[in-house]
């Protein structure tokens, strides 16, 4: 309770000042204008359709994105994970192909899609990939080896191994995974637009920065922000309900 | 006995180099369909002649000290405020739901407005650098002093450890393994962001370069581009493994121990 009154008071000392600094003529107003319009703007703009259209079309970019990255790696990461020798003849590829900043593929991204979905999916899609099969990767390797022997020895179809034991010993590494991933996702979904100019919110952000539109390029980041907690929000819960049954999140809700 | 040693070391070659081969044999097969596909040696041709030239201190330098320099700052900066945020309970809780809002901002839409703040030269694209790097730095100190131990806390206090010794042995040492986590995340961040502010209004640079060689159709030197992008985000990143070693040789040494 008392947290969440500082929590508060802090929200509040910031609004304070990002009204008081350009009020003040600290700032130029024209470059920093005072908090109340900049919230004033946005509450205007969430009423049109347009806002909520861009909105839309960066949230199917993420979220798409995110969807055939997780497939793609999860996939893959098993594979490499549990056929053997497999993985030591991909290790020098991951580890080189991992670090590439995923932006230098803009360029090739606008030739091949010009500013539309498909550029938004490549840089989304190569971004969150990497972040995915490394963490199902770590996970495969933690698979307790006595247990996968007794699983063998017992019978068990490979299907069935990985099924019953692989996935369930991966997936708290995997959620990992996916929660840098949904970020990195968010970041990159954005940056397509307002780079490439790929409809969405970043596009608008570049729209209204041209037209010097300044409140709005403020009220639209504000906004950003706001998608940003939710979005990390959305992934934490999804987390916590996938692994309920792990003792992890058992005991951390038994406190 | 030798013959196992020389067949070991050819069994390590054929898994370095045995994929990478296979995949530039079948990038070489399938080139040459598209105009978008240059094959490997032509795109290794345009490496050669693009950057082994005045390039190199025209754009590719600057870039990477703009990048270290932001880095550099911001790394000051998540320290240097993440500290006190972390070792004051009563702070922690007043900012964190101003960091935690911070941090979701997508750094990449701060480039837009820092243009009109600093302008389109050197100060904003640091600025751009150091505006991305500072969250992941700042957040990840602040968690690591709040989870310092406390009975070595206690132990400080009892023998009389305390101002600037007990913030370098005590503060900065147990919180080092987050914080070399919080800047591991920045420096990737930090290379989306230096290449990004290049893209924008600017007349230099590898993210500039890059873009110009895409919009003149030279397609083998925009290949040679990522090329770069790609070793120089491999070279820190591995400069960056060997310093995390050495910083934080004696925490892998405990955990090595304890296991």
Request: glycine share 10%; net charge positive; aromatic share 8%.
């Amino acid at each position: 309770m008392r947290r969440l009154l500082y929590g508060l008071a802090g929200l509040a000392g910031l609004l304070a000042l990002l009204e008081a600094v350009p009020r003040l003529g600290l700032v130029d107003e024209r470059f920093l204008p005072p908090a109340s319009r900049i919230l004033g703007t946005l509450a205007g703009q969430l009423v049109t359709a347009e806002l909520w259209l861009a909105l839309g079309e960066t949230v199917l970019g993420w979220a798409l994105g995110l969807a055939i990255a997780f497939c793609l790696a999860v996939a893959a990461g098993v594979v490499i994970g549990i056929v053997p020798g497999l993985r030591a003849a991909t290790h020098s590829t991951v580890e080189f192909l991992r670090p590439i900043p995923s932006v230098a593929l803009v360029p090739l991204a606008t030739l091949l899609y010009g500013p539309s979905l498909g550029s938004t999916l490549l840089l989304v899609v190569y971004a969150s990939f990497w972040q995915v099969l490394i963490q199902v990767l770590y996970g495969v390797a933690a698979v307790d080896p006595v247990a996968y022997d007794t699983a063998r020895s017992y019978g068990l179809s490979s299907w069935s191994r990985v099924r019953h034991l692989v996935w369930p010993t991966a997936l708290p590494y995997v959620m990992t995974g996916l929660r840098l991933a949904a970020a990195v996702a968010f970041i990159l979904a954005v940056t397509a637009e307002l780079v490439i100019g790929s409809p969405g919110l970043g596009a608008e952000i570049q729209v209204a920065q041209n037209s010097g539109a300044v409140p709005t390029v403020y009220a639209l980041i504000v906004l950003a922000g706001l998608v940003g907690i939710g979005v990390n929000a959305a992934v934490r819960l999804l987390e916590r309900r996938v692994l309920s049954w792990h003792p992890a999140v058992r005991s951390e809700a038994g406190t | 006995m030798k013959a196992g040693v020389r067949g070991k070391a050819g069994v390590r070659v054929v898994r370095l180099f045995g994929l990478p081969v296979l995949l530039v044999l079948g990038w070489w097969l399938v080139s040459g369909r598209s105009f978008y596909l240059p094959d490997p040696v032509r795109v290794a041709r345009a490496f050669g002649q693009t950057w082994f030239s005045a390039r190199v201190f025209d754009d590719v330098l600057p870039s990477i000290g703009r990048l270290l320099a932001g880095y550099a700052l911001a790394t000051v900066l998540g320290v240097g405020l993440g500290v006190p945020i972390g070792l004051s309970p009563r702070l922690r809780a007043t900012l964190e739901p101003v960091l935690e809002f911070f941090r979701a901002i997508p750094p990449p839409v701060l480039v837009p407005l820092l243009m009109l703040l600093a302008g389109i030269d050197t100060p904003m694209k640091v600025l751009v650098i150091v505006s991305g790097c500072v969250w992941p730095i700042l957040l990840n100190t602040v968690e690591g002093v709040r989870a310092l131990d406390e009975v070595l806390a206690d132990t400080c206090r009892m023998y009389g450890v305390h101002g600037a010794t007990r913030l370098r042995r005590f503060v900065l040492r147990g919180a080092s393994p987050q914080i070399m986590a919080g800047l591991r995340q920045a420096l990737s961040i930090g290379i989306i962001l230096m290449v990004i502010s290049e893209m924008f209004a600017s007349s230099s640079g590898l993210g500039f370069t890059i873009v110009l060689f895409q919009r003149q159709f030279q397609i083998a030197e925009m290949w040679s581009g990522i090329l770069l992008l790609g070793l120089i985000g491999l070279t820190l990143s591995l400069l960056f493994r060997f310093v995390e070693r050495r910083v934080l040789s004696w925490y892998y040494g405990a955990g090595a121990a304890r296991a």
